[in-house]
T-cell receptor, first 111, second 116 residues
Framework: TQLLEQSPQFLSIQEGENLTVYCNSS?????LQWYRQEPGEGPVLLVT?????EVKKLKRLTFQFGDARKDSSLHITAAQPGDTGLYLC???????????FGKGTKLSVIP | GAGVSQSPSNKVTEKGKDVELRCDPI?????LYWYRQRLGQGLEFLIY????????KSGLPSDRFSAERTGESVSTLTIQRTQQEDSAVYLC??????????????FGPGTRLTVL
């Protein structure tokens, strides 16, 4: 069974601060996705990373896939209140249609 | 184009009653997934449909849970004899591709089920 552990579970920061969220596993994934979920809504895909060592940037968000494709990180620069939400990572095994989701990091950005 | 829609958005039921949850995927998406999300938890896979293939039911927690899909369109998730531990948000997702690397899933808003 593939498991993804996310840390921290909760994060409360002031507007303008930087933060990093981690997603770790002992399993290798062929791809890893990050989603953001706001209250009362379904998760929305932010990015997919597929190559070990890959770095993708989405405005103030930087995503990195570990060299061994077992872990990933999400770094947010100068956090804004609009970044508030639940951040979920999800990994896909080779040739598998199933995504394994982490439990998420609940981020609160205080104005 | 419309996204994934789910109905009802909220459902309150009494223990022991049956409930039916509906999902309308994005048109043209052949793959459809149901997940359960308990409060403070991640997403728990329930069932997967791909075209006319037999569904993968490996995530269904008990035989009280079942799901159907008509072709590549609407899906319904049925929970019989609901229990309080069934209370959760039930999310539906659809995707164009069914295999790993580019399996980008688009989620509906979910149905919040409360069993009293």
């Amino acid at each position: 069974t593939q498991l993804l552990e996310q840390s921290p579970q909760f994060l409360s920061i002031q507007e303008g601060e930087n933060l990093t969220v981690y997603c770790n596993s002992s399993s290798v994934f062929s791809s890893l996705q990050w989603y953001r979920q706001e209250p009362g809504e379904g998760p929305v895909l932010l990015v997919t990373v597929v190559t070990g060592g890959e770095v993708k940037k989405l405005k103030r968000l930087t995503f990195q896939f570990g060299d061994a494709r077992k872990d990933s990180s999400l770094h947010i620069t100068a956090a804004q209140p609009g970044d508030t939400g639940l951040y979920l990572c999800a990994g896909a095994g080779a040739g598998s249609y199933q995504l394994t989701f982490g439990k998420g990091t609940k981020l609160s950005v205080i104005p | 184009g419309a996204g994934v829609s789910q109905s009802p958005s909220n459902k309150v039921t009494e223990k022991g009653k049956d409930v039916e949850l509906r999902c309308d995927p994005i048109s043209g998406h052949t793959a459809l997934y149901w997940y359960r999300q308990r409060l403070g938890q991640g997403l728990e896979f329930l069932i997967y449909f791909q075209g006319n293939s037999a569904p993968d039911k490996s995530g269904l927690p008990s035989d009280r849970f079942s799901a159907e899909r008509t072709g590549e369109s609407v899906s319904t998730l049925t929970i019989q004899r609901t229990q309080q531990e069934d209370s959760a948000v039930y999310l539906c997702a659809s995707s164009l591709a069914s295999s790993g690397r580019y399996n980008e899933q688009f989620f509906g808003p979910g149905t919040r089920l409360t069993v009293l």
